[in-house]
């Protein structure tokens, strides 16, 4: 599936739910969902800086060319939205999500419901996601 498939997918199963708690519900619902990162990567190489809570996120690029991200959080709602980043993200070519446009976050409405500790973190974990895809980009020009 595509980053826009996987967002309208997105957007269509939280559009079904009018009430925040029971979004959140949902979004923490995904975090419990989220496989477990490999102890290896629970370091502090792998915390993204500017969350409020612990955040780790690895990735990988696979032989097809694909970014497999995995990430774990010490908080709860924090690992929902980190398991909807990856939901979104994970399994792309690293030129895709450089150029995706993540318009699911305000077209859920999560970014206005975020306090603004949690709007940061949200910005930072996607910004550590774009970094890896980067740096994947950059490398395989390098080869």
């Known amino acids: 599936m595509t980053i826009n498939e996987i967002q309208s997918e997105i957007v269509d199963e939280f559009s079904e739910v009018d009430d925040w708690m029971d979004r959140y519900g949902m ?3 995904l975090g419990n969902s989220l496989p477990p990162i490999e102890e290896k990567y629970r370091t502090p190489d792998h915390i993204i800086e500017g969350c409020q809570s612990r955040v ?8 097809e060319g694909r970014v497999r991200y995995t990430a774990d959080s010490d908080a709860i709602i924090v690992k929902g939205i980190i398991s909807l980043l990856v939901k979104v993200l994970d399994n ?16 859920i409405g999560l970014s206005e419901h975020l306090s603004p500790t949690r709007s940061n973190g949200l910005l930072a ?10 740096a994947f980009k950059a490398a395989g020009r390098q080869q």
Do not use: C, G, V
């Not at 780790?56 to 032989?63: F, G, I, K």
């Not at 792309?92 to 077209?107: E, G, K, R, V």
């Open 27 to 29: 979004i923490i619902d």
């Open 56 to 63: 780790w996120l690895n990735a990988e690029l696979s032989p």
């Open 92 to 107: 792309q070519t690293p030129d895709d999500i450089l150029a995706a446009d993540l318009h699911f976050i305000n077209d």
């Open 125 to 134: 974990m996607l910004k550590q996601m774009r970094l890896y895809a980067l």
